[in-house]
Every structure is written in structure tokens, then in C-alpha cells.
């Protein structure tokens, strides 16, 4: 009797046992997470490390193709409306002295030769005396000689001292006594960008007093990425749109390429000069620029595709069946959404993780036995 039932209780474990087995088999089935392989490092000679992830990959896991595609024939990028700073003039104080009356205040238009500020300064009253009394000296003289070539070189260089002092020739032309104030003009036609003069404040030499721009042609600036440069040169066509004109379209050639690249952005600027002659244009304006520019390739993948890790972006190669290779690689401007362009580190036609990417960056780290 108790032989009989010891057998019995042995089919029952055994029973239970096997019931159990099953359980656990048919509820992994059920959830599709088979048990995978641990990840491991392996060395091929002096090549990279590579991911081995097992026979059974990384589930859900999906790739992409490094594709090399025809970049369009136009560059887009965002700009803005500048002076020409060929056109623009400071005038500036030559004297210590004082601002005895102003004539024009920012904003307004001046015409060249047109009276926008008087000074008072001893300067110009010692200058003008001296240039008097030369003239006096040389008419006094009569016949030639040492002496009267002398007196002309005096004349000469109390002409020049006040030009220097920012004396025009017609105003020296017109002197007939020492006065301590001067009439400044303006040297150019234009509007008035920059006021400093206020009546009656004091000013050194060296001090702006106004700063004037002409707007009849202006500079338009735009800012392209440095791995677009080949595709750029000077005199190819460039159209742009304002914000406050989007109807109108203006026209230019690229006349100027920065030599210098913004270490930070990574990007250079280009200049073009555009006609003005309605003033619609002015400066600050923002604009969107199109550049007519050679045609050219990049290599662009998804952007799932690419991790960012550290300071750098990265990308895992197939290098053979379930083996990766964890890549860097440079990324570069890209206006489709969705993929990046790849200027470095990647190879057309070479298959790439697509989803599951940060995935197998985590497992890359454990192989290593790195915190993720």
C-alpha cells in the first residue's frame, strides 16, 4: 500500500512538472521575446571592435541603405539687407572744440555739400589766420626769386592744414577773416544712420559725430553651410524675397565669399550688391535667399539611423551577418525631414541600422561594461 502510493505521488510531480514547462514555453511564445545570446565584443586583427548580437539579431530591429542622391540645382538659405559699406561716410571731429548748432537730426536725408553742424574751435581760428597771412606775405612779393617760392610753399601748407582739418577747398577759397567756428558738410548724399551731436556738448578729435548711408544700392548677406562651399562662386545668379515684400523678387551675382568660417555654426557668408533705387530695401531686413548653384551628391540616411553620443554622432554598419560596427560620423545640413546627410564616415550602399539604432548603442555599451 505504501509502495503503490509513492509511485502515484512521483506521477504527480511529474505531471506538474511538465505542466509548469509548458506554461512557461507557451507564454514566451505568446510575448515573441525569445532569450537572446549576451552581446559580446570581437576583434578581427587590428580592425574596429565589432557588436556580435546572435543568431537571433536584436528583435524589431530594421536597416537602412546609405543612398548617394543629386542635390538639388538651387541653395536655399536665410539672409539679410546691409549697407554698402562703400557707401557709407562718418564725419568726424578734426578739432576739440564744442558743437555750437546742429542742423539735421537721424533719420533725415541729406544732400552732399548741405550744412549739418557748426563747431567752435580755436583751431580753425589759428589755422585760418595762418593761411590769411600767408596769402598777404605772397602778394606783397613782387618779381620771383627764393623768396616768393618761399611764400607760395607757406600758402600751400596752410591750404593743407586745413583740408586736414576737414576744410573744403571751395570754404578755403572763400576765407576773408579768422573765425573760430566752421560749417562741417555733408560728404555724401544720404540718410542719417547715426546722430551723436548734441548742441552744445564738447568734442574731441576722432569723435562720430554722424554716420551717413546712401540706400540707392545695398548689400544683401546670407549665410550658407561651409560643406556647401564647392557649390558656390563668385557671379552665380542669387534671388531674394523680403518679409515685408514677398511679391517682389530681387536679383544680384554673389560679388563677395567671406574667407573666414564661424567656428561655431560652421557656416560662411556671401555677399551680393542689388540695386536700390526705390529704397524698398533697408537695413536688417530679413530675407530668403536662393543661390543658382553646380550640381552636386551627398549621402544621406534616416535620421533614426544616427545616435548621438558624447559629442559625436554615430551609426552601426553591418560588417557581417548579425555583427555591427559602431561607426562616427559628420553630419551636414539637410532640408528633408526625417534624413540627415552624411559628409563623413559612411560609405553609399553600406547597410546601417535604422530602427532599433539607440537599442544597439545601449547593448554596444554593455559589452563593454559601460553605463549606457
Known amino acids: 500500500m505504501k509502495y503503490g502510493m509513492l509511485i502515484f505521488m512521483t506521477l504527480l510531480l511529474l505531471v506538474m512538472s511538465s505542466g509548469c514547462e509548458g506554461s512557461r514555453g507557451a507564454r514566451a511564445e505568446v510575448e515573441g521575446q525569445p532569450a537572446l545570446a549576451a552581446p559580446s565584443l570581437v576583434h578581427h586583427g ?3 571592435e565589432l557588436l556580435a548580437l546572435g543568431p537571433q539579431g536584436l528583435p524589431g530591429m530594421s536597416w537602412a541603405v546609405v543612398e548617394e542622391v543629386n542635390l538639388p540645382g538651387v541653395l536655399e538659405t536665410t539672409g539679410q539687407i546691409t549697407f554698402d559699406d562703400r557707401r557709407v561716410a562718418s564725419i568726424v571731429s578734426r578739432v576739440m572744440g564744442r558743437i555750437e548748432q546742429v542742423y539735421v537730426s537721424q533719420w533725415d536725408y541729406v544732400r552732399r555739400g548741405q550744412p549739418i553742424v557748426t563747431l567752435y574751435s580755436p583751431d580753425y581760428m589759428t589755422a585760418e589766420a595762418e593761411y590769411l597771412q600767408a596769402q598777404a606775405t605772397l602778394k ?35 576765407i576773408d577773416n579768422a573765425a573760430p567756428t566752421f560749417t562741417m558738410r555733408a560728404p555724401i548724399s544720404g540718410a542719417v544712420v547715426q546722430n551723436q551731436a548734441l548742441k552744445g556738448s564738447a568734442v574731441n578729435p576722432g569723435d562720430v559725430l554722424y554716420s551717413v548711408g546712401t540706400l540707392d544700392q545695398v548689400w544683401i548677406t546670407a549665410d550658407i553651410y561651409e560643406d556647401d562651399l564647392s557649390r558656390v562662386a563668385v557671379g552665380q545668379s542669387l534671388e531674394a524675397v523680403t518679409t515685408a515684400y514677398p511679391q517682389r523678387v530681387f536679383h544680384g551675382a554673389i560679388a563677395r565669399i567671406s574667407p573666414n568660417v564661424d567656428p561655431n555654426t560652421h557656416t560662411l557668408q556671401i555677399r551680393c550688391a542689388v540695386r536700390n533705387p526705390d529704397g524698398m530695401l533697408k537695413p536688417q531686413m530679413l530675407a530668403r535667399v536662393r543661390v543658382v548653384t553646380r550640381p552636386g551628391a551627398a549621402l544621406v540616411v534616416p535620421q533614426q539611423a544616427v545616435v548621438f553620443d558624447g559629442d559625436a554622432y554615430y551609426a552601426f554598419v553591418e560588417a557581417a551577418p548579425h555583427t555591427l560596427e559602431r561607426r562616427k560620423v559628420e553630419l551636414g545640413a539637410w532640408n528633408d525631414r526625417g534624413y540627415a546627410r552624411v559628409l563623413s564616415g559612411l560609405r553609399p550602399g553600406e547597410r546601417i541600422v535604422a530602427r532599433k539604432s539607440l537599442q544597439a548603442d545601449a547593448l554596444w555599451h554593455a559589452a563593454r561594461g559601460e553605463s549606457f
Not at 150 to 170: H, P, T
Request: charged share 25%; glycine share 16%.
Open 140 to 174: 606783397s612779393m613782387r618779381g620771383g626769386g627764393s623768396e616768393q617760392e618761399f611764400a607760395r610753399a607757406m600758402v600751400d601748407a596752410a591750404r593743407r592744414k586745413l583740408e586736414l582739418l576737414g576744410v573744403g577747398a571751395d570754404q578755403v577759397a572763400s
Open 46 to 48: 587590428s580592425g574596429p
